[in-house]
């Protein structure tokens, strides 16, 4: 089966400093995050001090499919009920 992103929400995650959001493989769902610095590392408007919740939520709407495609690429190296993608995941 594929991983599919069928819901468009997402919600940000304060504790995590993340944008949580929902994949489906089949029945399963599987939870992801992507940490903020992963969303702002190429947008110095932004700045890393001044990160707010709307702006992190922007950056992933326009970051949707590049991050939709490194949510596949870490899920299908092996299958959890959650994982963190952060900048690394995106070089």
Not at 22 to 27: A, S, T
Not at 60 to 76: E, H, N, T
Request: aromatic content about 12%.
């Amino acid at each position: 089966m594929t991983l599919l992103f069928p819901n468009s929400s997402r919600s940000f995650d304060e504790k995590r400093n993340a944008v949580h959001f929902l994949g489906h493989e089949g029945m399963f769902e599987v939870r992801f995050f992507v940490e903020a610095d992963a969303l702002v590392v190429d947008d110095a408007e932004l700045g890393r001090s001044t990160i707010s919740e709307s702006k992190l939520l922007s950056a992933f709407d326009a970051l949707r499919l590049s991050v939709y495609d490194v949510a596949r690429k870490v899920y299908s190296g092996g299958r959890r009920d959650s994982y963190t993608l952060t900048a690394a995941h995106f070089r």
